[in-house]
T-cell receptor, first 116, second 114 residues
Framework: AQTVTQSQPEMSVQEAETVTLSCTYDTSESDYYLFWYKQPPSRQMILVIRQEAYKQQNATENRFSVNFQKAAKSFSLKISDSQLGDAAMYFCAYRSANFGNEKLTFGTGTRLTIIP | NAGVTQTPKFRVLKTGQSMTLLCAQDMNHEYMYWYRQDPGMGLRLIHYSVGEGTTAKGEVPDGYNVSRLKKQNFLLGLESAAPSQTSVYFC?????????????FGPGTRLTVL
């Protein structure tokens, strides 16, 4: 079974600075997808960014980018120019590419605080 | 489009009572999921469905039942609620056949079992 580990329960960053959230995973599969979800106080789960394991290029979405290290099974999220609206819980998630096994496995989350 | 909606948003039950949580999606998605979120444990999959009339167990299925009689609806039932089922419940849905298969989440239901 796959596992996802987020070793930082809490992180804080000054507004406009850059912060990196860590995520590692364990799998024996070669093809899979990785995601970062944001959960603000409203509880709504919002997809931030996703990465396909077969792509070597790191995904980027505006101020959000990932550092995907397949051999190390590491998938960190970098938030540049942090804004107050980035304050939330961030969850890393894994999904198999195998048909019939599309469920998400989540990490335990990192609570990000933005300091004005 | 309303996306994924959940009913109710909040509920308080006494031990032994039963209830059904309703999830509805208007995106014509094939796959639907029920998760529970507990402090310090992230989201864990309870049950899921890959199409109308089909259901399957997830990581933590005990004490729950589900039904997918209509493609747009996925019901989660608690036959005899226990305090250990106090949690926030999320429903999600996704397409099939799409390589990304992004899951879209509902707003959650906070359930307290006394």
């Amino acid at each position: 079974a796959q596992t996802v580990t987020q070793s930082q329960p809490e992180m804080s960053v000054q507004e406009a600075e850059t912060v990196t959230l860590s995520c590692t995973y364990d799998t024996s599969e070669s093809d899979y997808y990785l995601f970062w979800y944001k959960q603000p106080p409203s509880r709504q789960m919002i997809l931030v960014i996703r990465q396909e394991a077969y792509k070597q290029q790191n995904a980027t979405e505006n101020r959000f980018s990932v550092n995907f290290q397949k051999a190390a099974k590491s998938f960190s999220l970098k938030i540049s120019d942090s804004q107050l609206g980035d304050a939330a819980m961030y969850f890393c998630a894994y999904r198999s590419a195998n048909f019939g096994n599309e469920k998400l496995t989540f990490g335990t989350g990192t609570r990000l605080t933005i300091i004005p | 489009n309303a996306g994924v909606t959940q009913t109710p948003k909040f509920r308080v039950l006494k031990t032994g009572q039963s209830m059904t949580l309703l999830c509805a999606q208007d995106m014509n998605h094939e796959y639907m999921y029920w998760y529970r979120q507990d402090p310090g444990m992230g989201l864990r999959l309870i049950h899921y469905s890959v199409g109308e009339g089909t259901t399957a167990k997830g990581e933590v299925p005990d004490g729950y039942n589900v039904s997918r009689l209509k493609k747009q609806n996925f019901l989660l039932g608690l036959e005899s609620a226990a305090p250990s089922q106090t949690s926030v419940y999320f429903c999600a849905s996704s397409y099939t056949g799409d390589s990304y298969n992004e899951q879209f989440f509902g707003p959650g239901t906070r359930l307290t079992v006394l």
